[in-house]
């Protein structure tokens, strides 16, 4: 069974840093590209971020690129996103999800999310 | 940017009965759209990808159509656990991947 858990969540001030990770199981995480996923509480889902297998091909949402970044320890299972210069725009639910494929954008499988809240 | 746009934003309907969901991209996707359903407390669900094949485990009575700009999701003989937010989703063109704003379907 696949398994995504996310951790590293929390209140934050505006203008710090975060740093969320993602623990995967259940499947060969070497195989398949990985993504950020965010909904404001109430709100829609947004794309963050996304890398495929070997961190080869990297992509940001405009709301965050140069301030997101996304990366990978295959060896450790692990999937990070560190989160710089917060925004109060950036309180949300932060979903880890596994793509379908090695360079996939669609996800087959999510983790219960981690809250971002950025408040002074 | 792919603009995706969902309709109706809520779609009322009775157990039993069928739900069709409308999305439509701002341009064509080909059939690289999915559906996810996010149930009330719950992390979104894949349904359907490639506009029409369902993921794994999800039922028959759930299925989708179409092609390039104009998609459906259809549920026939709704149940009570079907009443969630759907929302869709693009993968052909990205960065950025884009989501629609949802489809609540309530009773």
């Known amino acids: 069974e696949v398994q995504l858990v996310e951790s590293g969540g929390g209140l934050v001030q505006p203008g710090r840093s975060l740093r969320l990770s993602c623990t995967a199981s259940g499947f060969t995480f070497d195989d398949y590209a990985m993504h950020w996923v965010r909904q404001a509480p109430g709100e829609g889902l947004e794309w963050v971020a996304g890398l495929s297998w070997n961190s080869g091909i990297i992509n940001y949402a405009d709301s965050v690129k140069g301030r997101f970044t996304i990366s990978r320890d295959n060896a450790k299972n692990s999937l990070y996103l560190q989160m710089n210069s917060l925004r109060s725009e950036d309180t949300a639910f932060y979903y880890c999800?596994?793509?379908?494929?090695?360079?996939?954008?669609?996800?087959?499988?999510w983790g219960q999310g981690t809250l971002v809240t950025v408040s002074s | 940017e792919i603009v995706m746009t969902q309709s109706p934003a809520t779609l009322s309907v009775s157990p039993g009965e069928r739900a069709t969901l409308s999305c439509r991209a701002g341009?064509?996707?080909?059939?690289?759209l999915a559906w996810y359903q996010q149930r009330p407390g719950q992390t979104p669900r894949l349904l359907i990808y490639?506009?029409?094949t369902r993921a794994t485990g999800i039922p028959a009575r759930f299925s989708g159509s179409g092609s390039g700009t104009e998609f459906t999701l259809t549920i026939s003989r709704l149940q009570s656990e079907d009443f969630a937010i759907y929302y869709c989703q693009q993968y052909n063109t990205w960065p950025p991947i884009t989501f629609g704003q949802g489809t609540r379907l309530e009773i």
């Open positions: 341009q064509s996707v080909g059939s690289d």
């Open positions: 999800t596994k793509a379908w494929s090695s360079l996939g954008a669609n996800f087959d499988s």
């Open positions: 490639g506009a029409s």
